[in-house]
């Protein structure tokens, strides 16, 4: 039966406190309706510029701070066809290099994604040439036999680099705008999460049959709910949805805990969000109320519980303690971020082929009084093929689903993406990517919508 | 086939949806006055008034939260003046399916099993006192065969089968009939089976196939059964288990 409820959401009106997440609506943007065309998934040539004017122009996460706590820990990440080095210093900054020996030119750390200490310099295994923990040259074996010297770089090509929000960003542009300036609103609206609080839980990256921006597309919007995600109808409101779309960035609020307007109420409180009460500590037989209350109840549990629990909601709103804030940080970072957990989605863009892509799956969560700090052992990292490793059943669903969106946008009989109003983060994000593929200028500087 | 329904007063707890829903409205098409309950006033009005289309008896209700003896025990008092009598008692309010803690036991067991014994200590001197009656309870085939996982519901609506026969023997004389019918998955609209379709249509299917009848049954199946066994069309039946199940059970019930 279909079955569409009038529902309307009850959501905070106000910030909690000054330093708090805010809330209120972003102005509406007005974006043209028009088709959006496909090459931009499935063309080389697009893909290429892609690279040129938007991969090498703006701020990319790189790692996690706690992956590199000590000065000399240093990781490898990947971005297209580059290799990215990130050191720890001996001041506890963290600086970038192109992941390359100067000499000729072998891949200065092999292992990617995989933590490494140092003490003093890092050694290229081609020929022992010795770096320093800041990129300069500390040893040339052999440097006599060299008649020009050293080269003239003095060592490591070094990137931009800073921190914020528990992560390290780097740019492939030297002379990108400070890290705090891309991010824009983004860290007033995440930092009462306190993400530096959360501990790892998983790390893996899969590849992916799709273009970086179907993946991306998938997490932006939540019109698909009712078609690759139906159990998720007895667990949030898929339409009633709050979507905020700001310079480059954008978010969307979902109600966790509630029925979507698409399902007919059950006697019985759905089992998903009996999870979500049980997350909480709650019992769910003993409670009493009406699904339609069950949100709130979790709400107010938790916000009377949580310190017991040893967990800090002070700078959350009612809404952030069930509710899902979700996050897309401009190009290719889309974050579940919740009172409890983060589930951050890096999508890379494959090297050479539009039709591939690696999807970084991060899982953290906030510790409670139960968390060992001792037992707790950090996950490694690992990569997969498709279909070789779980990611839950959401994203299974998802990436179940990707391949074949590729593949049918590769075909002769489809033209692009013809998007609707549940759809408005994927228009946006489009806008703000051809601001830099075909805009005059690297950094938009237009605000959305205008 | 006559099943003598006319004028029989008839109360069934919990009525406002789903089986309890459907049996209330063919009690009322058969032109039995029927007494219905639920926790919210709003749902019973509703219920009332939509019942009062399709009846040619007196319909009526109260909200009642039958975990409450007093006001359980009141509820059935006030109907059984108000329609002059009980001649049929459908115990039908369920605390439903569970595995969350041991809450899930006590719920079952306050609902399930004393919703049920507590009606029917308050309805047996009010049909002896009209020369007989029928009691129907609502059992499940999770009560016969392993179902999902352990919980109280399976267990405490067992209990009610025990129950059922065992009354059955005990009120023969005074002309009281007590049964219990059994259904197994049931299909409608805001069920668990169709959460159980949306969340997991695979599953659904299985199920579906498991059915010698290859289907879920619907409510409307399961309130014939009900209102058959606690008609005088069914006079000479009495401590059964009747299990609906379009074949879903596999066992043999000798």
């Given amino acids: 039966m279909k079955v569409r409820r009038q529902q309307k959401i009850k959501r905070t009106a106000k910030r909690q406190g000054a330093a708090g997440t805010p809330v209120k609506p972003a102005p509406k943007p007005n974006f043209s309706t028009e088709m959006i065309p496909k090459d931009r998934y499935t063309s080389r040539d697009y893909m290429q510029r892609e690279w040129e004017h938007m991969w090498t122009k703006v701020w990319l996460l790189g790692c996690r701070e706690d992956d590199i706590p000590e000065p000399g820990d240093h990781i490898v990440t990947e971005i297209g066809p580059d290799s990215i080095l990130l050191i720890r210093q001996k001041d506890r900054s963290v600086r970038a290099f192109y992941n390359v020996c100067q000499h000729r030119g072998n891949q200065l750390v092999h292992a990617v994604h995989e933590p490494q200490e140092a003490e003093e310099s890092l050694r290229c295994h081609y020929h022992n040439w010795q770096y320093r923990l800041d990129g300069r040259f500390f040893d040339i074996p052999d440097l006599e036999t060299f008649p020009q010297g050293a080269p003239p770089c003095g060592g490591l090509i070094g990137l931009p680099c800073d921190t914020w929000g528990s992560f390290v960003w780097f740019s492939l542009d030297p002379d990108v705008e400070p890290l705090l300036d891309y991010l824009g609103i983004i860290p007033e609206h995440l930092d009462p999460y306190h993400l530096d609080r959360m501990v790892l839980k998983e790390w893996k990256t899969v590849e992916w049959d799709c273009n970086w921006k179907a993946s991306v597309d998938a997490f932006n919007e939540s019109y698909h709910v009712q078609g690759i995600h139906p159990q998720l109808l007895y667990y949030l409101d898929d339409l009633d949805i709050q979507i905020d779309c700001y310079e480059r960035h954008s978010r969307y609020l979902i109600a966790f805990g509630v029925l979507s307007p698409r399902v007919v109420s059950p006697s019985e409180i759905p089992p998903p969000i009996k999870v979500v009460m049980r997350d909480a500590g709650m019992d769910p037989a003993s409670y009493e109320g009406s699904v339609y209350d069950a949100r709130e109840a979790i709400q107010k549990f938790k916000r009377k519980n949580g310190p017991k629990q040893g967990r800090d909601y002070s700078a959350l709103n009612d809404d952030q303690l069930t509710d899902d804030y979700h996050y897309m940080i401009f190009p290719n970072i889309t974050m579940n971020v919740h009172a409890d957990d983060l589930m951050l989605f890096r999508q890379r863009p494959h090297p050479e082929d539009p039709n591939k892509m690696f999807f970084d799956y991060w899982m953290f969560e906030l510790p409670d009084n139960e968390f060992d700090d001792e037992e707790y052992k950090r996950p490694k990292w690992r990569q997969y093929k498709h279909g070789e490793t779980s990611l839950g059943l959401v994203i299974n669903q998802d990436a179940y689903n990707l391949p074949f969106v590729q593949k049918g946008m590769n075909s002769a009989g489809y033209s692009g993406l013809w998007l609707g109003d549940q759809e408005l983060r994927i228009r946006h994000f489009h806008k703000t990517l051809e601001d830099y593929v075909s805009g005059d200028t690297a950094k938009p500087r237009t605000k959305a919508g205008s | ?254």
């Fill in chain 2, 1 to 254: 086939m006559d099943l003598g329904l006319r004028g029989k007063n008839v109360l069934i707890t919990g009525a406002t949806q789903g089986i309890g829903r459907r049996t209330a409205n063919l009690f009322a098409e058969e032109g039995a006055n029927v007494a219905i309950c639920s926790r919210s006033p709003e749902s019973v009005n509703k219920a009332v008034k939509e019942m009062k289309v399709i009846a040619d008896g007196k319909i009526t209700g109260a909200p009642c939260n039958i975990k409450n003896k007093e006001e359980y025990e009141a509820w059935i008092e006030a109907m059984a003046e108000e329609l002059g009598g009980i001649d049929v008692f459908i115990p039908n309010v369920s605390a439903g399916g569970g595995a969350d803690s041991e809450k899930n036991w006590w719920k079952s067991f306050e609902i399930d099993v004393l919703g049920t014994v507590r009606g029917v200590e308050a309805v047996i001197p009010h049909m002896e006192k009209r020369g007989g009656g029928a009691v129907t309870m609502i059992s499940t085939t999770a009560a016969v065969e392993t179902f999902m996982v352990p919980q109280a519901y399976n267990a405490m609506k067992a209990a009610l089968i025990t129950y059922a026969k065992q009354l059955s023997q005990a009120h023969g004389e005074q002309g009281v009939r007590v049964n219990s019918v059994s259904p197994g998955p049931i299909y409608f609209d805001g069920g668990a089976w169709d959460m159980i379709k949306i969340s997991n249509e695979k599953f659904y299917e299985r199920t579906e196939k498991t059915h010698a009848l290859g289907r879920l049954g619907t409510p409307e199946e399961v309130a014939s059964c009900i209102v058959f066994l606690s008609s005088a069309a069914a006079s000479w039946v009495t401590g059964v288990n009747l299990v609906v199940d379009g074949g879903y059970t596999k066992r043999v019930q000798f």
